[in-house]
C-alpha cells in the first residue's frame, strides 16, 4: 500500500470534463479517496469510495474504480476555474488500526477560462 | 461539527531555533492524529501519529518529535531546526469508531528556516 501514482499535470478548459487518474498497489485497500488541495491551504476531502463499488457519483465529481487494474479516476464534469488544485488519491492500509493512508504526490490541475 | 486548528499559519526561524506548531482539535474525543509534512516535491511525509494521550509514533527518524498532553492536543516540536525542515506541516485527525477511517485536514504552518 505505499505505491500511489498519478500523473502530476493536467490542463483543461473552462466547461470541459477533467479526468484525473490513479494506480494503486494494495488490493486489500477497503476505502480510495480524493482531496482537493487549494494553493496555501490544507487538504479538503472531496469524495471516497468502498472498494467493492465500481463508482460513485457526488454532483459534478464522478469516481470510477477498476479493482481488477488497481486504477482510480476522478472526473469533474464542466470544470470551472475554482476547480483549479491540486488532487490527491489516498488508499488506506487495510492492516493498520490506526487509519493510516498513503498518498499519491499529486495532480496539479489547471483551468484556462 | 468537528475543527480542526493549526497554529501558527506561517513561521520564519532560523537555523538552530526550536520549534513548537500546535494542532488541536474540537467537536469529537479521543481522535487518531496526524503530522505530515509536505515539500516543495508536493508528496506529503507522514512524520508522526498518535491513538492517545502521550502516545506517539515516529515514521521517520529526524530532528523532530511530537506530543500530545491532551486528547485533542497535539503538538510538534524541534530543539534545533535545520534547513531541510522547511515546508508546510498537515495536522490530521481521524475517528477511531466510525468507518471509513477518514483523514481530516488541518490548515497547515508554512515553515521556512533561513
Known amino acids: 500500500g505505499e505505491d500511489v501514482e498519478q500523473s502530476l499535470f493536467l490542463s483543461v478548459r473552462e466547461g470541459d470534463s477533467s479526468v484525473i487518474n490513479c494506480t494503486y498497489t494494495d488490493s486489500s485497500s477497503t476505502y480510495l479517496y480524493w482531496y482537493k488541495q487549494e494553493p496555501g491551504a490544507g487538504l479538503q476531502l472531496l469524495t471516497y469510495?468502498?472498494?467493492?463499488?465500481d463508482m460513485k457519483q457526488d454532483q459534478r465529481l464522478t469516481v470510477l474504480l477498476n479493482k481488477k487494474d488497481k486504477h482510480l479516476s476522478l472526473r469533474i464534469a464542466d470544470t470551472q476555474t475554482g476547480d483549479s488544485a491540486i488532487y490527491f488519491c489516498?488508499?488506506?492500509?487495510?492492516?493498520?488500526?490506526?487509519?493510516?493512508?498513503?498518498f499519491g504526490r499529486g495532480t496539479q490541475l489547471t483551468v484556462w477560462p | 461539527s468537528q475543527t480542526i486548528h493549526q497554529w501558527p499559519a506561517t513561521l520564519v526561524q532560523p537555523v538552530g531555533s526550536p520549534l513548537s506548531l500546535e494542532c488541536t482539535v474540537e467537536g469529537t474525543s479521543n481522535p487518531n492524529l496526524y503530522w505530515y509534512r509536505q515539500a516543495a516535491g508536493r508528496g506529503l511525509q507522514l512524520l508522526f501519529y498518535s491513538v492517545g494521550i502521550g502516545q506517539i509514533s515516529s515514521e521517520v527518524p529526524q530532528n523532530l518529535s511530537a506530543s500530545r498532553p491532551q486528547d485533542r492536543q497535539f503538538i510538534l516540536s524541534s530543539k534545533k531546526l535545520l534547513l531541510s525542515d522547511s515546508g508546510f506541516y498537515l495536522c490530521?485527525?481521524?475517528?477511531?469508531?466510525?468507518?471509513?477511517?477518514?483523514?481530516?485536514f488541518g490548515p497547515g504552518t508554512r515553515l521556512t528556516v533561513l
Open positions: 469510495i468502498f472498494s467493492n463499488m
Open positions: 490530521a485527525w481521524s475517528s477511531q469508531r466510525e468507518a471509513p477511517d477518514t483523514q481530516y
Open positions: 489516498a488508499e488506506n492500509d487495510r492492516g493498520s488500526t490506526l487509519g493510516r493512508l498513503y
